[in-house]
């Protein structure tokens, strides 16, 4: 199996590569383990709680909490842990988190598939109505209320900000891997 991890970050169209990890409708969370070259398991979700769209991450990239940046792939297609996506970014959730005592961000990039006809006219995630970026905002809190984890959302930002996210955790992956 191919290290995850290193694929390039964009495609030579400059769309971004996206690694789905937890298929949507999953109500246990998926991880991509570099040491492995596999997907593990890292923890079920509350009772009733799924994934409301693919999740996955941009390879070559190192975020703030040291995993590459979090990516919430939306789209209405069947997928599976290592399917690779190309993608169009159409924004971010900035978050910040606390956890023992640290605060870090931990901020989700939204994108849609290239290929997606159903979602050709989302171009800006602050498109999606105020119910559904609530649903969404609530979700991520959610998903680690069973953990010590506390998340503040920070807000909604275009595809400007996610692209530039995604490039400076590109840098960031790039010093590291030196």
């Known amino acids: 199996m191919a290290n995850f991890t290193n694929l390039p970050t964009f495609t030579k169209d400059g769309d971004v590569h996206v690694v789905v990890e937890t298929p949507r409708g999953s109500r246990a969370k998926f991880a991509y383990e570099p040491k492995l070259k596999a997907f593990t398991l890292t923890k079920g979700l509350l009772a009733g709680l799924t994934y409301p769209h693919d999740w996955g991450f941009v390879p070559s990239t190192r975020a703030d909490d040291g995993d590459p940046i979090d990516t919430m792939l939306i789209h209405d297609a069947a997928t599976f842990p290592g399917l690779v996506v190309?993608?169009?970014v159409i924004g971010v959730l900035q978050i910040e988190?606390?956890?023992k005592g640290k605060v870090e961000r931990n901020d989700r990039v939204?994108?849609?598939?290239?290929?997606s006809h159903a979602e050709q006219d989302l171009r800006d995630v602050r498109d999606l109505s105020p119910p559904i970026q609530q649903e969404l905002e609530k979700f991520f809190i959610a998903t680690d209320e069973l953990e010590d984890k506390k998340l503040k959302i920070l807000g909604w930002k275009g595809p400007k900000a996610a692209v530039q996210a995604i490039e400076d955790a590109q840098k960031v992956f790039a010093k590291n891997s030196q």
């Not at 939204?110 to 290929?115: G, I, K, L, N, Y």
């Open 86 to 88: 190309a993608c169009r």
């Open 97 to 99: 988190q606390r956890s």
């Open 110 to 115: 939204f994108a849609v598939p290239r290929r």
